[in-house]
Each structure stands twice: as structure tokens, then as C-alpha cells.
């Protein structure tokens, strides 16, 4: 048995599909494929499928991935081609590999943000994301399992912070806390960054480029 892992985009309007349907849609196309595929046993057996970090809706990846296992000896880079051709629009295979790390080696995950207002130049915008950026603590509301809301400092699950601008858009570089541990959603940092301007953008556009181990590693 082979354990896979299918690195694939996610972006314009498949950005909008759940992580409900995405599983719906690689599991159509995993039985079109006609790829030798392992299922789950017991008594409510199913195809196995396992998403490193899913994604929040509305957001867009170059990086996603996916762990399949197949009843095969050898592995076969054809694999990529035979599934993308069952994947909507948006969504592509680039990559396939025998899984090197396991999910739990997930830390952190790159962004890149880009934010535009029709009322203020990127420069100005800009001045508002590094305001924020420069304090001591970014303390923000969460709420825990139980469902207590306590404040919390961000900081700690912000690695790299990198913002600059190119015209009328401001660009946000971020390396955050994945995984099980200091997990940190990208849109938190967009919300403070509309909290401090007072209003949300007229743009804005968050990217996942890169899924991360603690060794700042691709996880692959």
C-alpha cells in the first residue's frame, strides 16, 4: 500500500466551495480516475481522504494538500493527470509524492494578503498594517471550546510579518502558527487592520502559499 499526498491550487471561484464539497469533489474524482484506491474498513467503509489544513472559505491556496492510499507496489507520477481530469474549475493537481511528513509536523503556514481602498493610497494603508504590527502585544477576543470568551495575545503565533505596497495596493507578508499549536487564521490580522482604518477595504484577496513543518520546511 502506497500513501500519497496530492499537492494542488485552490483558487478564483473554487475559493467559495466548502471543505464539505471539496471532499465531494475529490471523492467523484478519485472514483472516475480509475486509480487503484484503498478504502476505510469496518461497517461504514469509505474512501480515505485526509486534508493536511483545511481551508477557511473565501480564502485561495497554491499549496493545499490531500492523502490518498493506493493498493499498488509502485507509484506512478500519472496518478496527477488521471485525477485532475474529474476536478472543477479552480481546483489542480501539481503534485504528487510518497508522504514524507506527517500532519502532525504542520507549524505554520504562509500568506500573502493583498488589501486595496478606493480612499486611501497603498502607502496610507500601508502606515495602518504597520501600526499594528509594531505593538508590544495584539490582543484579540477568542473563544475556547467550552465556549468562553477570553482575551488572547497574537503575537506569539505571528513568525514573520512583512508588509509593503505597489501602487494604490498594500501587500501583507505573514507566517503563522498551524497545526494544533498557536494556530492563527490570517483573517484576524485583516479584521485588526480594518479595526484600526475604521472600515473594511474595497479589495481583498488572502493567499496561502506555503504549508510549513517547525523546521520551516515544505510540507511535503
Keep these: 500500500m ?45 474512501l480515505y481522504l485526509t486534508f493536511a489544513l483545511p481551508l477557511s472559505l473565501g480564502q485561495e491556496s497554491l499549496c493545499e494538500t490531500v492523502d490518498i492510499r493506493l493498493l499498488d507496489d509502485e507509484f506512478d507520477a500519472n496518478i496527477v493527470y488521471a485525477i485532475n481530469c474529474g476536478l472543477p474549475k479552480g481546483i489542480e493537481i501539481f503534485d504528487a509524492n510518497i508522504a514524507e511528513y506527517k500532519v502532525g509536523d504542520i507549524a505554520f503556514a504562509r500568506y500573502i494578503i493583498e488589501m486595496c481602498d478606493g480612499k486611501l493610497s497603498g502607502e496610507e494603508l500601508l502606515s495602518y498594517a504597520k501600526t499594528l504590527r509594531q505593538k508590544d502585544a495584539i490582543v484579540v477576543e477568542k473563544k475556547n471550546k467550552k465556549g468562553i470568551v477570553k482575551e488572547s495575545d497574537i503575537k506569539p503565533a ?13 501587500y501583507l507578508d505573514l507566517t503563522l502558527g498551524a497545526g494544533n499549536e498557536n494556530q492563527l487564521n490570517p483573517s484576524v490580522i485583516t479584521g485588526l487592520v480594518f479595526k484600526e482604518l475604521g472600515r473594511e477595504c474595497d479589495h481583498l484577496l488572502i493567499k496561502r502559499t506555503q504549508i510549513l513543518t517547525k523546521n520551516l520546511d515544505n510540507f511535503r
Design 158 to 170: 505571528i513568525n514573520k510579518w512583512d508588509a509593503f505596497c505597489r501602487g494604490e495596493m498594500c
Design 2 to 46: 502506497l500513501n500519497v499526498r496530492l499537492h494542488f491550487s485552490k483558487t478564483y471561484e473554487s475559493k467559495y466551495i466548502s471543505h464539505l464539497d471539496l471532499t465531494r469533489c475529490f471523492s467523484r474524482a478519485l472514483k472516475k480516475s480509475g486509480l487503484n484506491l484503498w478504502y476505510t474498513e469496518g461497517f461504514n467503509t469509505h
